[in-house]
């Protein structure tokens, strides 16, 4: 796999579990140098990931 897409929410949401998410998912994909595709703002998770 060379790249994948994810659709990150526009808010932080209720737990902070879902930002270590974020967090892990974006290290996980930069390990594996995987391309992350996203269509999202500055806002929610998106930047969390990237």
Not at 33 to 40: A, E, V
Request: overall charge positive.
């Amino acid at each position: 796999m060379k790249s994948i897409a994810v659709f990150c929410g526009s808010s932080e949401g209720a737990s902070s579990d879902y930002r270590e998410g974020a967090i892990r998912l974006g290290h996980e994909l930069a390990r594996r140098r995987i391309t992350l595709i996203y269509g999202g703002a500055n806002v929610g998770r998106s930047p969390i990931t990237v």
